[in-house]
């Protein structure tokens, strides 16, 4: 009995350790994540003149809060994490600087009764965010090994109004439409015409145009009648190339 106690106690104490060790990364995740906000509440207000906006909505900037970062990258520290800077997530490809996956998020305007398009899961954190603002969210991945991957974590996470699609995002999800909104995260020379079809009048696109792997135009793209859009642009970025299909 003597030592069945002892062995007790001994699991009771490492538990206890191992939750000690644990909580200082939660507590800096924490720490990280709101540190994030602030840094892109700041940059929004300093760039708000020459977007042409009022900062970012704290719908937004809620919904980045909420999201954590460091499960969409989970072999980097929570410190690099939530630094304001994109990041590669392998195959090629990019997790967009956070600044840019909010203000993306802002231009679409993304309302709790919206059902959202997403062109390029990649890791799923934009999805995700998306998320925490829309009714449905449904993303289409080309690369089989990021759709995987991110629908396991979308899923491990709870994010049930997420649908993820492996396919070319260039043609849409009309299954999955029409759309309130169109987050498109890879650069393509002019906005998809089946992204356009799928779009609902009143609705807003946001895309990089231009070629990849250098500067585009950050463009938002709103459909003011069934064959009639007005386009802007916004910012200079860089994103990834569009991926098609090779069949």
């Given at each position: 009995?003597?030592?069945?106690?002892?062995?007790?106690?001994?699991?009771?104490?490492?538990?206890?350790?191992?939750?000690?060790?644990?909580?200082?990364?939660?507590?800096?995740?924490?720490?990280?994540?709101?540190?994030?906000?602030?840094?892109?509440?700041?940059?929004?207000?300093?760039?708000?003149?020459?977007?042409?906006?009022?900062?970012?909505?704290?719908?937004?900037?809620?919904?980045?809060?909420?999201?954590?970062?460091?499960?969409?990258?989970?072999?980097?520290?929570?410190?690099?994490?939530?630094?304001?800077?994109?990041?590669?997530?392998?195959?090629?490809?990019?997790?967009?600087q956070p600044y840019i996956v909010a203000l993306m998020t802002q231009l679409v305007e993304v309302a709790p009764d919206h059902v959202v398009l997403e062109v390029g899961t990649g890791?799923?954190?934009?999805?995700?965010?998306?998320?925490?603002?829309?009714?449905?969210?449904?993303?289409?991945?080309?690369?089989?090994?990021?759709?995987?991957?991110?629908?396991?974590?979308?899923?491990?996470?709870?994010?049930?109004?997420?649908?993820?699609?492996?396919?070319?995002?260039?043609?849409?999800?009309?299954?999955?439409?029409?759309?309130?909104?169109?987050?498109?995260?890879?650069?393509?020379?002019?906005?998809?015409?089946?992204?356009?079809?799928?779009?609902?009048?009143?609705?807003?696109?946001?895309?990089?145009?231009?070629?990849?792997?250098?500067?585009?135009?950050?463009?938002?793209?709103?459909?003011?009648?069934p064959d009639k859009t007005t386009t802007r642009a916004v910012a200079l970025v860089r994103f990834v190339p569009f991926t098609r299909s090779q069949n």
């Amino acid at each position: 009995m003597k030592a069945l106690l002892l062995l007790v106690f001994a699991m009771v104490v490492m538990a206890r350790e191992a939750t000690a060790q644990d909580a200082p990364k939660d507590a800096q995740c924490v720490r990280e994540r709101a540190a994030m906000v602030e840094t892109i509440r700041a940059y929004a207000r300093s760039a708000a003149s020459a977007l042409g906006q009022q900062g970012l909505s704290e719908s937004v900037l809620e919904a980045m809060e909420q999201t954590k970062r460091h499960l969409f990258i989970p072999e980097q520290s929570c410190s690099i994490a939530y630094a304001d800077r994109p990041m590669p997530i392998g195959l090629g490809q990019t997790i967009s600087q956070p600044y840019i996956v909010a203000l993306m998020t802002q231009l679409v305007e993304v309302a709790p009764d919206h059902v959202v398009l997403e062109v390029g899961t990649g890791s799923g954190y934009q999805a995700a965010v998306l998320a925490h603002l829309a009714r449905k969210v449904c993303t289409i991945e080309i690369i089989p090994q990021l759709a995987e991957t991110a629908a396991k974590t979308l899923r491990d996470l709870a994010y049930d109004n997420v649908s993820v699609k492996l396919g070319d995002g260039y043609d849409g999800w009309p299954e999955c439409g029409p759309f309130d909104a169109i987050v498109v995260t890879a650069a393509l020379g002019q906005p998809p015409p089946p992204l356009i079809e799928q779009l609902k009048v009143g609705g807003r696109l946001v895309m990089p145009v231009g070629p990849g792997y250098t500067t585009q135009q950050l463009t938002v793209v709103e459909k003011i009648a069934p064959d009639k859009t007005t386009t802007r642009a916004v910012a200079l970025v860089r994103f990834v190339p569009f991926t098609r299909s090779q069949n």
